[in-house]
Structures are given as C-alpha cells and as structure tokens.
C-alpha cells in the first residue's frame, strides 16, 4: 500500500473554500445560536478543517434584535464595562442593551467563543449581524442556513 497517498491537507487562507450563509435570528436563543455560529466561523463542520486557519464561513446574522434568553437573563444577566476611572465600572442589563444596541449582544457571545488572539480577531471580522430584516450582502448569494 501507498502512504503516500494518505497525506493530510492543511487548508490555508488562499485554498479554503469559504462561503455566505445567513441566519435568521428571531426566537432563537442567545447561547445555543452562538455555539453553532461561532462552529461556523471557525470553519469545524468542514472536513477540511484546520486549527491554525482562516478557514470558516462568512456568517450574516439578520433580526438580531429578535432574540431570546432563556429562564429570567433578560432581567438578571448584566453586562459589565469599565472607563478607566477609579470606580467607573458600569453595569447594565440586558434588558437595556437588547433597546440600546441589539447586535451587542451577539457579537459580546460569539466573540467570547472565539480564540483570544490574531486568529480570533480574523474570525470576528468575518460574522455581520444586523438588527433588522435587511442586509447589504445580497450580492455574494448568501445561503439560508436552519439553526
């Protein structure tokens, strides 16, 4: 038999194979949508994929201001922020944030499940979330993906 046959591929920034989808986000809960869009992002439900490239899709998010939590976090779950200043931490729940800035949310789940380094900055770079139902990417074809 050939071993030579049975090389493993590493995938690279030029020959990954990237594509649009888009995801409706109305009724979808915050966590569970994350997880599969950050899987998405990082390119792990192809077979081709590589931990140390850019090798995901690029993901529009669309109705972010649509989303849900699950048991009582709408009221409860706070988002914490600090200005620099002595005792200028800043709390505000998400109740707020969802009428103040709804992709926020999104983005605040999903960039915490990406890598904390160069990589996870690329990645981030390639997820849009939108609060409405429109997006300008209808140029790149995106598919419908169900989550």
């Not at 709390?91 to 709804?102: D, G, Q, R, Y």
């Not at 900055?121 to 429109?134: K, P, T």
């Amino acid at each position: 038999m050939n071993t030579l046959s049975y090389k493993t591929q590493s995938v690279n920034k030029e020959t990954a194979n990237k594509e649009w989808v888009i995801i409706d986000a109305e009724n979808a809960i915050v966590g569970r949508l994350s997880t599969q869009v950050a899987m998405m992002l990082r390119g792990k439900h192809k077979p081709t994929y590589t931990p140390h490239s850019e090798c995901g899709d690029h993901v529009i998010i669309i109705n972010a201001d649509k989303v849900k939590f699950t048991g009582n976090k709408m009221e409860a779950k706070e988002y914490m922020r600090h200005t620099g200043y002595p005792g200028g931490q800043r709390v505000i729940s998400a109740k707020k944030v969802i009428t103040k800035k709804p992709i926020f949310i999104i983005e605040h789940a999903i960039k915490g499940m990406l890598p904390k380094n160069k990589l996870g900055s690329a990645l981030f770079r390639n997820l849009h979330v939108y609060a409405g139902n429109e997006h300008p990417h209808q140029a790149q074809q995106p598919k419908e993906v169900k989550i």
